[in-house]
Structures are given as structure tokens and as C-alpha cells.
DNA sequence: GATGATATATCGGTAGTCGATATAATGTTG
DNA sequence: CAACATTATATCGACTACCGATATATCATC
């Protein structure tokens, strides 16, 4: 693995990326607690001061695919009124929260060393 | 502009953020000198150990998208051998470049405090 | 002359964001 | 109560562009 190019280091992956970070949104949204998918588009919103914000139409199908994939599950509130599905982190979820926390932390290492060599001043 | 949530705000976008990482990369990679697409290639994974590698497929179609958009400018060397294409940052380009690097490294500093928050241990 | 590295190019499959649109219950205001 | 905004979820089609595969050609080495 010291040889570099070798396949399998887990490298940048431009289309997975934008993707986790949305997984992460919702992951550390639920990390305290069960949100609805509303609630959690504006915890993301609130808490990043506005720099992250979900689309209707990007986070309902992501939270599907995501109970599909068993990182959360979704329960309807039984009780009257407006229907809510609330979610709620799986095992499984909370595992991939740690660990991609890892592996994004990485990659941000890598971009934050891009952006020095960007701005340094050329001779 | 103080209040959350107004439009315009430049806020994540996550097809555009994924792309602009790929445009930083090139042009922080013809920052000091021309250099053609093979180059430019080797030199973003050797000074990102191995993080970001760029497959050919996406960075030939990136390159001319670039060179389209006016902000890097290709010249086939005229000497003889392999031929290559030497890219050179244009004015855009650079100004482009310290634009783009401000930009991400706000939304980094978002991603830093989200993973912040995805780490907190839950009471 | 075969292999492998250098060097560029293009295409089709694919996945996922995003805007638009739909539905419906609830809160609010006159 | 009528009209409207907000809360809340859902789905679809257009679009974008990454990525693997494939092609072409030069040069070095053996």
C-alpha cells in the first residue's frame, strides 16, 4: 500500500463524496435524537448557519435510500395530526457516523493542503 | 443578509462543489508553471498523497471544459515526440482560483463543524 | 517485436441533485 | 369561514458529469 496508485486506498471519490456529506448531515442531525425529515433539513440548516440546506426533492429520496440501506428507520407518528415519519439512527447508522467522520476528516485534510498550495504566491 | 435561510446566500451546492474540487485541483496545479494533463495528473496525487487521483475520463473532458470556459489555455507543444498539450493559467483563471479557494474554505469550515457536532457523544 | 510507460481522446452507463409539482393537514388573519 | 402561509411528505424528469472501457500513437527497453 506504500506504492502509490495502488488500488483500494481509499482515495477522493468525487461522486461519492457530495453524497456522504448529505448522509452525514442527516447522521449527525439524528445524532442526539429521533427528527422528522422536516425537522432535520432545518436542524442542518440552523446549525451551519445557512451554508447547508436540503431540497425537498434531494432529501426525501436520500432518506429513503438510506432506510433502504439500514443507517436509519423510519417510524410515522401515530398519533393525529400532521403525519410525520420520524427517524431514528440504526446501529449500523451510528457506526457509519464515526466512521465516515473519519474518513471525510481525511479528505478535508487533503483539501485544506490544496488550498495552501493555491494561495501560495508564486515567485 | 443577516437572516438565515434568505436566497442568494452561497450556500453548498453538491454538483458544484464536487466539480469546483476537481477545477481547484488543476488550477492549483498550473499556479507556478504550464504543464500538460498527464502532468498535472501526477502532480495532484503526488502532493496529495494518493487522497485525489484524477482518471482520465474525467480530467481530459474537465480540461476542455476548462480551456471552453476561459480559464486555463491549451498549446500543443511544437516540437517533435509525443504530443502534448501544455495548459496555462489565464487571468480568469488565476482570479478564479482565489475566488473559488474562499469560497471552499468556507464551506470547509463548515464541514469541520459539522464533523465537531457528528463526534459529540450523546448524554 | 513485445511489453509497458507516456500522452491524449471519446463514449455510454450510471447515479444523484434539483426544480417543479402534487397532496394534505394545520395555523393565522381579517 | 374564506384565504393564505406553514408544516410535512412524496415523486418525476431534466440535467450534469464522473468513471470505466476502449482507442490511438510515440518512445524506451529488453
Redesign the interface.
Known sequence: MSK??TPG?Q??D??G???G??E??V??AL??EPRHGYQIALDV?????????FRHG?LYPLLHRMEANGLIQGRWSSGAGRRKKVYSLTDTGRRH??GE?DR?????A??????R????V??
Open positions: 502509490p496508485g486506498d482515495a477522493f468525487a461522486q463524496f457530495a453524497r456529506i448529505h452525514l448531515l447522521l449527525a445524532r442526539e440548516e440552523a446549525h451551519s448557519n445557512g451554508v447547508f440546506r434531494t457516523l464515526s467522520a471525510v476528516e481525511e479528505i478535508l487533503g483539501l485544506m493542503q490544496m488550498l498550495r493555491a494561495r501560495e508564486p515567485a
